[in-house]
């Protein structure tokens, strides 16, 4: 996976454009862009690697079908990455009520007797699994603020948005991005360092 960077203003607006119509060509060209983005984007909501894999390709499986029915919203920025991580966003969302469902029917299949769930071999990986780890305890700090300045965090201080493409990706105004920022960053102080993590402006 890889985001690419430097590329004209031009050329997020044509490959879009191009995959409006669906162009499966443009579709690649923007899953090497941007697929990092999701990628890290999709961890830092789930904690889990192997989830934010599936959010990857169920993001840009999602952008192809609504391309491929001529249902693709217009690029409004110069950029792809606001649209992306607003599937990306609500793939997250999906993947959330998945995951919940499935740990109630293990559940209720251990009170049955079940046999113990195999681990998933990519869970294995110790760098992997001390990242989630970590991206565990971050989550358990970031709770602590509301769930509107916990999502300014996620897309401005860990995924570089600029502050009017997370008022894209939310659908609020950008003077909302910036206070709720700041409120976060007051409650979180001394608990995740925001400032040497933030997007441009």
Known sequence: MGEGTGQAVSSDLELWE????????ALTELFHRYSDAVYNFAFRRTSSWSIAEDIVQATFTAVWRRASESRLDELTFG????????????????????????????????????????????????????DE?????LRRALAKVPADQREIVELVAWSGCSMAEAAQVLGVPEGTVKSRLARARRRLAGLIDLDTTEGPQ
């Open 133 to 137: 780890r970590a991206m565990s305890a």
């Open 18 to 25: 191009r995959l409006r119509s669906a162009d499966e060509l």
């Open 79 to 130: 950029t792809a990455r606001p649209l992306l991580l607003t599937v990306a966003r609500y793939e997250c969302a999906n993947a959330a009520r998945s995951s919940r469902r499935l740990s109630a029917l293990r559940q209720r299949l251990g009170t049955l007797g079940g046999s113990p769930e195999t681990p998933d071999p990519s869970a294995l990986a110790a760098a992997k699994v001390d």
